[in-house]
């Protein structure tokens, strides 16, 4: 597991379950992604300053989705999708392989190992 940032880790303090273990980190534009054992985490940069919309959740289930959009030029998107609520994560070209990595993992959770 990657190092989290200290900033990312209080935002997470009052969001994690006392047994819940972070599995995977990636780093995107204005943000970070945190998958844990339970959950997918959005945690925008200075959530501290954005209650409502500082840090995102969506449960591990079939009713969530997550899709990478293509990349152009140097950027990229990803959406997240559940229940009816949207997310958009811009990524940069260095963050494509960490969010991809995570985005399979996700699926592969989600889906089984088929």
Known sequence: MDQLPAATLSALAPVLAPTEQVAMVAPAVGCT???TDRQLLLV????SYRPRSGVQSWIVDRTLSVRLGPVRQTTGQLAIECC????SVFLTQA??????AL?????RRIYGKD
């Open 33 to 35: 992604l945190v998958l």
């Open 44 to 47: 925008r940069d200075g959530s």
């Open 84 to 87: 009816g609520r949207t997310a």
């Open 95 to 100: 963050n494509i392989p960490r969010v991809d």
């Open 103 to 107: 985005v399979a993992e996700v699926r």
